[in-house]
């Protein structure tokens, strides 16, 4: 395989995506923006797997490297753990002039992105996503953020990474569980933007799951050309780019419920795209047999299709706190045609209660 390059455009900060199946472009994609010292942040499972390969190359390239190492899992996008960071960068003497790297998953790379952008006002950070969901979405765009215990995603900023290195040959070591949480995402953009690329997913999902180099390369690189095209348009979510939050109303409203522990992000995503698909199914927005495909898909990428006993009033009413909400009204992404989604603030609320009944 080639490495693949996109180019995410921006008024300020552009940058380049890389989409290789080893590390041996990685020196070339992070040489520019690494400094005199480097904070290598990784959690406890990724750290056994690919820190040896990307330290050596750091130190090949004459650079000092701290690593800091949290605990994996959602409990670290915090500001205590934000603080720690802070402290060990502090420790190893990292000025305006050092980066810090993201190496993992979703959690590693809001944080740490959440650092570099405020350590010092702002230093260079750099990406290395190594789960299936943040290779297809949260390394991708400038989000970075902390939870709150009162909301999630809720402290944070946009903040553009240098450069962004996927090497998919970190998905072999990838849970089963977690590789399907970011299928659902992965799924996401063929309904939000691209009908040709749901035809190639239902001809190639099960090559996919067999986790095939080439069919990942290709469904990987169509993600991040989405992406980039959307944050290029929209980099600060004046309007384009909610569309990328298709699931996530329903989605976000079930994890809160649920705290946070029944679901994965991409379950709690799959769910709300069946549910906010059922919505524009009953406002005659679209027909059955796109809700029928978004079914099949998510089933054959081993995701759940259904939630039994749901609280609708505990989920509306954790739904109305939701960031993308404007001025009381829960504000809904939801299908028009295949490849194609619209904004709505003006669901009525007894066809939710219709829908989750
Ligand atoms: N994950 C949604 C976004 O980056 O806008």
Known sequence: MELITINLDLPQDSYAIHISHDWQGL??????????????????????????????????MGCETTLAIIQAGENSKSLGTAESLYTQALNAKLDRSSSIIALGGGVVGDLAGFVASTYMRGINFIQIPTTLLAQVDSSVGGKV???????????????????????????????????????AELIKYGFIWDKEFLVWLENNIERLMKKEKDALAYAIQRCCTIKAEIVGQDEKEKGLRAILNFGHTVGHGLESITGYSQFTHGEAVALGMIYESLIALHMGLVDQSLVNLLIDLLKAAKLPTKIAGIDVESLIQAMSLDKKNKSGSIVFILPTDYGKVDIFNDVDQKLIYKVFK
């Open 145 to 183: 953020a902390v939870n709150h215990p009162l909301a999630k995603n809720i402290i944070g900023s946009f903040y553009q990474p240098k450069s962004v290195y996927i090497n998919i040959n970190t998905l072999s070591t990838l849970p089963d569980r977690q590789f399907s949480t970011g299928m």
């Open 27 to 60: 020196e070339s994609a992070i040489r520019t923006y690494l400094g005199n010292k480097v904070m290598l942040v990784t959690d406890e499972n990724v750290k056994e797997l690919f820190v040896h390969n990307v330290t050596s190359i750091i130190s090949s």
